[in-house]
């Protein structure tokens, strides 16, 4: 298991955000936990220092793609990008340096799978350079599929049948719980418990990681495959639990 470090957007600037509080029509509503003084390129160089490999730069909504790059010309091939990727821009961020595209609503489109996106994305990069966004929300007892910043339920239910499915045009799945995002009030075991179990390719898990307990919760419930990236509780993000610790922890896994 490896911790993969983050670098959210929003509106140029590095924010943790609280998933669950986006709205389609404005952002009054959004709750920030943290927004940053310091650059993406700040945040990217740390991680590079670190050896800390395939983390993600998410870009919530517009206005983000120069900081999105400024933070991948700092760690080239270190980290990888999602927000907004199409066929027609993905070879631009990884030309900028991304390891991988990460991509949600585009594969997703009015509720369900656009199969023939799927296929056109991952002719576009290859599956080796991309990711799919699966994040989720709970309803009615099982994980759907959402999309366009976790505001929309597509009818996709997180299941093996899915995911080996899905598996077949990409190399990694990027799982947010949003549910628990932001919130710092621990991990979706539900979740991560059935991911250990369906997935078929690496996956990384988000949401509610608050500790090294919660590390240490996700290491056992996925059996070592699921990694697992930590936000708003870093002290680097205006946390408590401290980047160091998390470091630490990530190279005692030995990798």
């Avoid at 010309?73 to 990884?94: F, H, R, W």
Wanted: charged share 20%.
């Amino acid at each position: 298991m490896k911790f993969r470090p983050c670098i959210d957007l929003h509106k140029g600037k590095v924010k943790q955000i609280v998933g669950s509080t986006f709205s389609d029509t404005d952002d009054t509503g959004i709750v920030t936990n943290f927004e940053a003084e310091h650059s993406p390129a700040h945040y990217a160089n740390k991680y590079k220092k670190d050896n800390l490999q395939g983390g993600h730069v998410i870009m919530l909504g517009p206005g983000n793609e120069t900081a999105a790059k400024e933070a991948l010309a700092a760690y080239p091939s270190g980290m990888q990008v999602g927000g907004g990727i199409t066929p027609e821009n993905a070879g631009e961020y990884l030309d900028a340096g991304a390891s991988h595209v990460i991509v949600t609503s585009f594969v997703f489109q009015n509720g369900t799978i656009n199969w023939e996106h799927c296929a056109a994305i991952a002719k576009a990069v290859g599956k080796h350079n991309l990711v799919l966004d699966l994040s989720c929300k709970r309803k009615h007892n099982r994980y759907y599929i959402v999309t366009d910043r976790w505001q929309h339920f597509t009818d996709v239910t997180v299941t093996q049948d899915t995911l080996e499915r899905l598996a077949a045009y990409c190399s990694e799945f990027l799982v947010h719980a949003a549910d628990v995002e932001g919130k710092q009030e621990g991990v979706d075991i539900g979740l991560i418990t059935l991911l250990s179990s369906a997935a078929p390719i690496p996956v990384t898990y988000a949401g509610g990681i608050r500790s090294i307990d919660d590390l240490d919760m996700v290491n056992t419930l996925g059996k070592g495959r699921i990694d697992a990236t930590v936000g708003s509780a870093l002290d680097i993000f205006g946390g408590t639990l401290a980047y160091e610790k998390v470091v630490a922890w990530h190279r005692k896994q030995g990798k």
